[in-house]
């Protein structure tokens, strides 16, 4: 039989892929002491951009104040304790003994000065932290004043925009130069388009790693990533294709961990201007009409979780009572014969022109192209048209920007913060950077606002209880998938376990053997 067309190319484009880097030294690809993990993003460590200082973190190149368990607790990291001193500043004190990877020890003007560089390099960091002021008050304590009363901060804190850079990441002028950490890795090399190489830092504070070096390979396409698993030139890849997930997990040679993650696909409706979603009654029919069962079925061969509302449900940061969305086809019509729609010959149509939307996405996620070709054959087959285009990240940032869009299929997740602040405060505040949706509502405001300044509690569970369900029922977006956090390991490697932020690798307990 002749292998499909499609096949044949992804082969090729595979063996491209291979073998346009330089190529992997034999001996280093069999050293048990060497892990290769093949990533979908390049793992560039010589940048401040978000992107990049979530490698820093998720590598475990720099180390944050405060991190987050298995169980998204609050731990722990280069602060040993924290506590809220006023309203509006909060102590905390630092690990002593802890060095960089320079040999400088870690003390509280090095962190204040690490944070406040952060600060002044990305605005977002600043929007995050709502710092005012930043003070050593001792050789390992530190003090952080925010703008406003603001209990959010030690969660902020996990974030991996937050890790904490040595002086000498820096040159004389300021500029970033490499990152230089407390982390148990330590930068060594970098080969744009190519790998990054990190190696096992000895004077790391906390319980030292088993592997002496990691090798991150920069394997773009998704399926020359699991084809270089498959041949043994990696020994890990990360983000596999649904449709590979349960031939891997078949094969003795090689272990799939997958787990439920906070990250989420959604699609983000224009809510401004002439468009039919700024209407809120066909934002919430699109809700009712999209089937997440099948989209997740169809699009990802069942690896992933239904989303039927913002933030999946086994995070603890989540208050109950938040009423989801459910199929409910009779509801949908309903709202759309309020807004002025009517069905004719299968098609939703208003003043005689057919419901039609615009959707873009972009490729460079794995499963996002099935995802938005799922909601279009879905919308589809309830009668509304649609319109995709896929693009790059920034060619589809581009037109929503300009309001040229009707849905936008995007991919969110809630960091390492396991706090509603950052996700509600950036996405869907009125005031937002990142509101692109343009939705705007005085009331999901007033409480977003509110519930940054609250400690865990009643008041803080029926505060974000309203602003979600508020979320729900004006519906700027359509939640579509909570993401399953999918990676495969050659036999031999053992010890790995998934984080639920997904957005961190942790290889410390790593080993490989045969």
Excluded: C
Aim: no cysteine.
């Amino acid at each position: 039989m002749t292998p499909p067309r499609r096949l044949l190319m992804a082969a090729a484009a595979a063996v491209a892929m291979l073998t346009a880097a330089p190529a992997m030294a034999e001996d280093e690809v069999a050293r048990e002491d060497t892990l290769i993990v093949g990533t979908m993003w390049e793992s560039l460590p010589l940048s401040m951009k978000p992107r990049r200082s979530r490698f820093f973190n998720e590598s475990e190149i720099l180390d944050t104040l405060i991190k987050l368990d298995y169980d998204m607790n609050l731990v722990p990291g280069l602060a040993t304790s924290w506590e809220r001193v006023s309203p509006k500043v909060w102590r905390l004190h630092l690990r002593d003994g802890v060095v960089f990877h320079d040999g400088t020890p870690l003390t509280a003007d090095a962190v204040r000065n690490s944070l406040q560089r952060v600060v002044e390099l990305l605005p977002y960091a600043g929007d995050l932290l709502n710092i005012e002021r930043i003070e050593a008050t001792g050789p390992l304590t530190l003090e952080i004043e925010t703008t406003e009363p603001f209990a959010a901060l030690p969660n902020q804190l996990t974030d991996a925009i937050t890790v904490v850079y040595a002086p000498s990441s820096f040159d004389e002028t300021g500029a970033f130069v490499k990152p230089v950490g407390t982390g148990p890795w330590q930068f060594t090399d970098y080969v744009k388009q190519d790998r990054t190489v990190v190696d096992r830092f000895d004077g790391y504070w906390g319980e030292a790693p088993t592997l002496e070096r990691i090798v991150y390979r920069y394997i773009p396409d998704h399926n020359a990533r699991t084809l270089a698993l498959e041949a043994g030139e990696i020994d890990f890849a990360t983000n596999i294709l649904p449709a590979d997930v349960a031939r891997l997990d078949a094969d003795p040679a090689f272990t799939v961990h997958s787990e439920p993650t906070a990250g989420l696909y959604y699609g983000a409706f224009n809510t401004t201007g002439d468009t039919p979603l700024a209407d809120a009654r066909v934002r919430r029919a699109i809700n009712y009409l999209v089937d997440r069962e099948v989209l997740v079925l169809g699009a990802l061969d069942g690896v992933g979780m239904p989303a039927w509302s913002f933030f999946a449900p086994q995070f603890d940061w989540v208050p109950d009572g938040v009423a989801a969305y459910a199929v409910n086809g009779e509801k949908a019509a309903a709202l759309l014969e309020e807004a002025g729609y009517t069905k004719d010959d299968g098609t939703w149509q208003k003043d005689g022109a057919p419901l039609t939307l615009r959707i873009l996405s972009y490729s460079s996620r794995t499963e996002m192209a099935a995802i938005t070709e799922a909601l279009s054959v879905l919308l589809a087959n309830a009668g509304i048209g649609t319109e995709v285009q896929l693009f790059t990240w920034e060619g589809m940032l581009d037109l929503v920007r300009q309001g040229r869009y009707d849905i936008s299929v995007v991919f969110w997740t809630p960091e390492m913060t396991g706090h509603p602040d950052l996700h509600l405060k950036s996405q869907f505040h009125s005031k937002a950077e990142m509101n692109y949706q343009g939705w705007a509502n005085p009331r999901f405001d007033e409480l977003v606002d509110r519930g940054r300044t609250l400690d865990r509690g009643e008041d803080w569970d029926a505060t974000y209880r309203e602003a979600l369900q508020i979320l729900q029922d004006d519906a700027p977006i359509l939640p579509l998938v909570h993401k399953v956090f999918v990676v495969a390991a050659a036999s031999g490697v053992e010890g790995y376990r998934v984080h639920p932020s997904g957005f961190f690798f942790d290889f410390k307990n790593v080993s490989k053997g045969d």
